[in-house]
């Protein structure tokens, strides 16, 4: 059934009713109207962009109140929350909930951005790549971005980016107001917000509460803020337009067959054998102790989360139809194009250059991956070693000619990324990096000279041990020595991980100029042409592929036929009771338990909606026509995973919590009057 509707729905070049993930400048206001009777005029747009946010760590998020709190998911701020327990104090288990201000405590690496403005730079970009090819064309994009992002970016509470939309077809910057004084307000046990764990992931009915609080601090004070979504009265409803205001990772929709076939057969084949022997090996961590398991949940939940999503991925492009189809409306394009003279001459080059540049990635993907790409280091302390090694070098260039993550306008995130608070495990370091170095050797081979060069005569368990043990980097004052002491603190410090980072990065750095220069570059050159034939042939009624930038969604609360079976739009919290059996993942913690007979059973839980989402999107705030909340976005169901290859608006579903529910736990499980006070101003609640 699925086959046969992604063939027939799926790969036009124009973007079917409630498909796309639009940019706040050019969202089909009109469409909409049609389709739902009510249009989204710009007062109304600007207010929700205004209100929605970013983590920088990958998920989306809202303002829901005038004192700076933000809502996002329970798995979004995961980290947050295990780095603020300890021994004694376990809030992935047990829950997190500041009664108070005083209560509220930082989240060592959060950072939360608001779009402020979008402004098109097209002209400038294409200006100084015009007729270039390469590494000239690579140098001359990467240094004009560098030079627009330090223009905007005039002080650290600024982030500004040069997105690339339509695979190279327009360029937009992207300033971003950014906060850093994040602090944890709330979040309930991990039981409850991942309930049904893993087996229930990307499934629908759900019964989740995955949902987290965090408030935005400027100054030691909550920020005041003009912009924030309300709390709906009632809720999503069955059959209701409503919106989803994101962030969504990426895409690649409109990628060539080359890529995809790479993806298909290469690419995700490699990723999921990694993750599943990653998966193994923590869960086995995990049988060490209570404190093991504390210590390592997020990295397994994060595992075991992507290797699900791969799977979907892969399994979507391994139907014989999608692909089918997928080669089709490619074929079709090329047609055109090969069809009018003057597209002819100057785009039909573009598919035979990404193709050419594909078979480059794939003869240096496992070497790249496994060194430029650290997956042969597996370790946060090599990550920091490296982070200030490659800083003390980048900082003696010129802006425009420094690896991106290290130009001026980088360097906020860079420094609290070096400077966290975040505890770091030993135990956990030394199996990461001890698996990473085994793959590293297993996947180059053991005769190859850089896995030599980096084990000598040990074995990858005894090198972890050792450098772990040795290294200091643990300290934030002892990497705060090294970031200001410059190129000279690195070449003085005998500190074992910053002397393997020294040792790898000349191969690092090599690999990373050929990726930069002779392959992204063609691949990236390549999309330009594609995308602009595309202009040419349809204007801007299309939407581009995902970007990790804000994008608005719209859609329906639905539910879903899957062969003979009806799959409502929306489920009911009594529900979550009659799943209860006591053990993991249906288990119930024990306020939930105890507030059985308070909670009433008829409010709705989660809800589905055909909105197009992906991942990124986890976080997202789901709101009415009145810009209102009514949900909060967590998951997909498993019709949505292959969402980054294609949308089929009649099963691929965005799963959310109802936003009722969320106001009925906060008041009858955790007691939280404040902060449903502060959410519902003037909520009823019974």
């Not at 982070?387 to 980088?410: G, W």
């Not at 970031?483 to 980072?501: H, N, Q, T, V, W």
Request: with cysteine; hydrophobic share 35%; aromatic share 10%.
């Amino acid at each position: 059934m699925r086959s046969l509707l992604l063939a027939s729905l799926l790969f036009s070049s124009f973007a079917h009713a409630d498909e796309g993930m639009w940019t706040f400048d050019n969202f089909p206001s009109d469409q909409v109207a049609k389709t739902y009777n009510f249009k989204p005029e710009q007062p109304w747009l600007d207010k929700v962009r205004l209100s929605s946010a970013r983590l920088a760590q990958g998920c989306s998020a809202s303002f829901v109140s005038a004192q700076g709190l933000v809502m996002t998911n329970h798995h979004c701020a995961h980290s947050c929350i295990e780095q603020l327990s300890d021994p004694k104090h376990d809030y992935i288990k047990d829950g997190f909930y500041a009664k108070t201000g005083a209560e509220e405590r930082r989240c060592p690496e959060m950072e939360v951005n608001q779009l402020q403005s979008i402004a098109d730079v097209t002209p400038r970009m294409e200006e100084v790549t015009k007729g270039k090819e390469g590494k000239d064309f690579a140098q001359a994009q990467k240094a004009e971005m560098a030079k627009i992002k330090q223009e905007c970016a005039k002080d650290e509470n600024i982030r500004c980016d040069v997105v690339t939309l339509y695979e190279g077809g327009r360029y937009a910057l992207y300033q971003y107001r950014r906060f850093q004084d994040v602090r944890l307000v709330f979040a309930p046990e991990f039981s409850i917000a991942f309930f049904g764990g893993d087996p229930y992931n990307f499934t629908f009915p759900r019964y989740n509460l995955d949902l987290a609080f965090v408030r935005i601090y400027d100054k030691g004070k909550p920020i005041k803020m003009d912009n924030f979504f309300p709390f709906s009265q009632d809720g999503a409803k069955e059959g209701e337009l409503v919106f989803v205001s994101g962030h969504p990772g990426r895409t690649s929709r409109e990628s060539s067959i080359a890529e995809l076939t790479f993806d298909r057969d290469y690419n995700l084949p490699r990723r999921i054998a990694y993750a599943s022997e990653q998966r193994g090996i923590i869960t086995e961590f995990q049988r060490r102790g209570v404190e093991a398991k504390r210590i390592s949940n997020e990295m397994l939940f994060g595992v075991e989360n992507s290797l699900k999503a791969m799977k979907g991925q892969h399994a979507a492009l391994a139907e014989a139809n999608f692909f089918a189809a997928k080669v089709k409306q490619e074929e079709e394009l090329r047609a055109k194009i090969a069809s009018k003279k003057e597209l002819k001459d100057q785009y039909a080059g573009a598919w035979d250059k990404i193709a050419a540049a594909v078979k480059q990635t794939r003869d240096i993907s496992d070497r790249y991956t496994m060194i430029e790409g650290a997956r042969g280091f597996d370790s946060d302390l090599f990550r920091m070693a490296r982070r200030l090694v490659r800083y003390s070098d980048e900082q003696k260039k010129p802006n425009e000619e420094r690896l991106r993550e290290y130009v001026d306008a980088s360097i906020p995130e860079l420094k609290q990324s070096l400077f966290s608070e975040a505890p770091i495990y030993d135990e956990m370091e030394k199996l990461r990096l001890s698996f990473g170095l085994t793959k590293l050797r297993e996947i180059l081979g053991a005769g190859d000279p850089f896995v030599q060069k980096v084990l000598g005569k040990k074995s990858p368990d005894q090198l972890a041990t050792e450098l772990v043990k040795g290294s200091k980097l643990k300290s934030v004052a002892e990497r705060k020595k090294l970031f200001e002491g410059g190129a000279a603190a690195i070449k003085a410090s005998r500190d074992p991980m910053i002397m393997l980072a020294l040792a790898v990065d000349p191969e690092a750095r090599s690999l990373r100029r050929v990726m930069d220069e002779d392959i992204t570059s063609q691949i990236n050159k390549g999309h330009e042409m594609i995308a602009k034939s595309r202009f040419a042939l349809y204007g801007t009624s299309i939407y581009p592929d995902a970007t990790f930038t804000l994008r608005l969604s719209y859609g329906a609360v639905a539910g879903t036929v899957e062969g003979d079976k009806k799959v409502p739009a929306i489920t009911q919290i009594g529900g979550v009771y009659d799943l209860h059996t006591g053990e993991d993942p249906f288990a119930l913690p024990p306020s939930w338990i105890k507030n059985r007979n308070a909670v009433r059973g008829e409010v709705p839980m989660n809800f589905a909606s055909n909105n197009d989402i992906i991942g990124g999107n986890s976080g997202s705030p789901v709101i009415n026509q009145k810009a209102e909340i009514v949900g909060l976005i967590f998951d997909g169901n498993i019709w949505s995973l292959g969402g980054r290859y294609g949308f089929d608006p009649k099963l691929n579903r965005a799963v959310s919590v109802h936003s009722s529910a969320i106001i009925e736990s906060l008041d009858k499980v955790y007691k939280a009057k404040p902060l449903v006070n502060e959410l519902v101003p003037k909520a009823a609640t019974h």
